[in-house]
């Protein structure tokens, strides 16, 4: 590295919100860095940046300012410089970053699965009709009204620890969580896997990514160390789909890619919010035009929508 290597005296300053996943994500970040570089842990700082979104727990996600909720005051955080690096859920990330900053580098992704969280250990199909089911996703209650239309939906927030004592003070029967997010925490057993087939996961979810500024050049060599490239195309295609929706409706959307050698197959879906109608769609393609794949099944899907879709 032709930079000077962060130590202990300068520390690479990790910025991450305070959840126990966002931490465990940091420090993950973290521990890949210092096995690229053989740094001590001492030469990183992991930095919590209190977020408006985590502060409130009682409205739905939509209705409080979206996805930018949970990143635009880390991100303010990179720009300023008081961090080198921001570690966000992919998951949650807009498909457009602030000029100046650069999202370009992943951890190797997991589990994409969600869970399925009930008391009992059931399945979706063991509720009994009319249960109770909280979550405040919008793709998760449309995929789930659409497989179970007797079901009552309410709205879920918080940390998965707080979603845990919901469902045991009776708010809900069951909910959802992402696998990748309960395994981080070592938590997999509350949860039955649902496969992919069932219930299409959300664009990137079970990816960690790194943002960083477009003009350090250090934070650069840094993260080039411990990008994970098969991430990278999964997500180009993913988040390609996403970008071309996100500008032309507002509508449930799931996305996942799989790698298949130098090939990228792609599933989409998007719903109504009501799960009265799913149109869902494939692409197969080469790696190097995995965005442009992305892109192109969505044309595919919006078109074979309509307008009347979106009434
Ligand atoms: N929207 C919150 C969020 N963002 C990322 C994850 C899980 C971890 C991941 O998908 O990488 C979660 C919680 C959940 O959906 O259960």
Redesign the pocket.
Known sequence: MTHPLPTPAHPFKIGTRGSP?ALWQAHEVRRCLMEAYSLPVEAFEVVVIKVTGDQIQDRALKDIGGKGLFTREIEDALLAGGIDIAVH????MPTLQPDGLWLDCYLPR?DVRDGFVTLNGGGLMDLPQGAVVGSS?LRRRAQLAHRRPDLQLVEFRGN?QTRMKKLHDGVAAAT???M??LN?LGMAEVARPVEVTEMLP?VA????GVERRQNDPRAQAMLDAIHHTPTGQQLAAERGFLARLDGSCETPIAGLAVLQGDQLWLRGEILRPDGSQVITGDIRGGIADATVLGQTLADDLLGRAGTGFFA
Do not use: E, W
């Open positions: 996943l859920s992919m998951k949650d997991q996703s998965v959802f969580l992402a990748a997010g981080r959300a979810q079970g990816a960690i």
